[in-house]
């Protein structure tokens, strides 16, 4: 299967520049774009630069896409004022071009932090309440809802990836259960890509690591299936620097951006 036009955004970022490589076998032509530098374009490339808080910008980079990799935006916790134009107008102007254009799937970056709230150890599924940790998560929360309602007003049909910790290896404890190799993480895109039914999906994005949060069984008909794991990493993810027990970072699935801000700047 290959998507004959695949637009992807962020593209210059840490997971933008790993799925620009290994979505590549699976896009016969692949629009890049980002408002950071993204270098040449190879031969099956498009660079389109554009700032997602720019309506008619974001307007003319959906139009002609056949399915929509979408990653920009503000990736960290921030004040509210940073994340709004890129990740609250930006989610927004992203599906109206959809809708516009006529683009009939996307695979939406969300985040865990949509679930931050919840206590460690708790295993959770797409059914469980959200409990955004922080402005980042609030923004990805909505994000959530605005795929939700552009598939049940327009059938535009999403996967939310809630993803964990997708970096080359983990830090810490916490990334041990949240971690999602890139090699799932490609995997995981590439089934929400062609599921022959994705309707509105709520999945988890992390690796087959020992301990688990989450739960993906509402997901099951993607037939993603995590190869890699966090287990071959532990003995350097342990020895790294921890919260104490009672502290936040180490209580809440979030971690650190559940006691990240309120960024007074008044
Ligand atoms: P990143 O911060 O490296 O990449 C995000 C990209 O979005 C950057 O290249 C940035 O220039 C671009 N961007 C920011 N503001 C923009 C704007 N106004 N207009 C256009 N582009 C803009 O983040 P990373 O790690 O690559 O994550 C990709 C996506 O996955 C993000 O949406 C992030 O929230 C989400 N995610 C990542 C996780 C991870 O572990 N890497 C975990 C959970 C979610
Ligand atoms: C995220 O949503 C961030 O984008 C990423 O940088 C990590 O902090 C990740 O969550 C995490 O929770 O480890």
């Given at each position: 299967d290959v998507i004959s036009r695949l637009l992807l955004t962020g593209a210059a970022g840490g997971l933008g520049r790993v799925l620009r490589e290994s979505l590549q076998p699976f896009a016969g032509h692949m629009r890049l774009s980002d408002i950071a530098p993204l270098g040449p374009p190879a031969p099956h490339e498009e660079i389109v630069p554009c700032d997602l808080a720019d309506k008619a910008a974001v307007d003319a980079l959906v139009a002609?896409?056949?399915?929509i990799v979408h990653l920009g935006g503000v990736s960290v916790e921030r004040p509210f004022e940073e994340i709004l134009g890129p990740n609250i107008q930006g989610i927004f102007h992203l599906y109206e071009g959809a809708r516009r254009h006529g683009v009939q799937r996307v695979v939406f970056a969300s985040s865990n932090h949509v679930i931050g709230f919840h206590k460690q150890g708790e295993l959770l599924d797409a059914n469980s309440p959200r409990r955004p940790d922080g402005y980042y998560g609030l923004s990805k929360s909505f994000g959530e809802d605005v795929s939700r309602f552009y598939f049940d007003r327009y059938g535009i049909e999403t996967a939310c990836l809630r993803i964990g910790s997708s970096f080359?290896?983990?830090?810490d404890r916490r990334m041990l259960i949240t971690w999602l190799s890139y090699g799932d993480l490609t995997e995981l895109v590439r089934c929400c890509l062609f599921a022959?039914?994705?309707g509105h999906t709520i999945v988890y994005g992390a690796s087959?690591?020992?301990?688990?949060?989450?739960?993906n069984k509402e997901a099951a008909h993607l037939g993603f299936v995590p190869r890699d794991s966090s287990e071959v990493f532990r003995a350097k993810a342990e020895a790294a620097p921890h919260p104490p027990a009672d502290d936040p970072a180490a209580q809440y699935q979030g971690g650190g951006f559940v006691k990240a801000g309120p960024f007074d700047t008044l």
């Amino acid at each position: 299967d290959v998507i004959s036009r695949l637009l992807l955004t962020g593209a210059a970022g840490g997971l933008g520049r790993v799925l620009r490589e290994s979505l590549q076998p699976f896009a016969g032509h692949m629009r890049l774009s980002d408002i950071a530098p993204l270098g040449p374009p190879a031969p099956h490339e498009e660079i389109v630069p554009c700032d997602l808080a720019d309506k008619a910008a974001v307007d003319a980079l959906v139009a002609g896409c056949d399915a929509i990799v979408h990653l920009g935006g503000v990736s960290v916790e921030r004040p509210f004022e940073e994340i709004l134009g890129p990740n609250i107008q930006g989610i927004f102007h992203l599906y109206e071009g959809a809708r516009r254009h006529g683009v009939q799937r996307v695979v939406f970056a969300s985040s865990n932090h949509v679930i931050g709230f919840h206590k460690q150890g708790e295993l959770l599924d797409a059914n469980s309440p959200r409990r955004p940790d922080g402005y980042y998560g609030l923004s990805k929360s909505f994000g959530e809802d605005v795929s939700r309602f552009y598939f049940d007003r327009y059938g535009i049909e999403t996967a939310c990836l809630r993803i964990g910790s997708s970096f080359p290896e983990p830090k810490d404890r916490r990334m041990l259960i949240t971690w999602l190799s890139y090699g799932d993480l490609t995997e995981l895109v590439r089934c929400c890509l062609f599921a022959p039914r994705l309707g509105h999906t709520i999945v988890y994005g992390a690796s087959a690591n020992r301990d688990k949060w989450w739960d993906n069984k509402e997901a099951a008909h993607l037939g993603f299936v995590p190869r890699d794991s966090s287990e071959v990493f532990r003995a350097k993810a342990e020895a790294a620097p921890h919260p104490p027990a009672d502290d936040p970072a180490a209580q809440y699935q979030g971690g650190g951006f559940v006691k990240a801000g309120p960024f007074d700047t008044l």
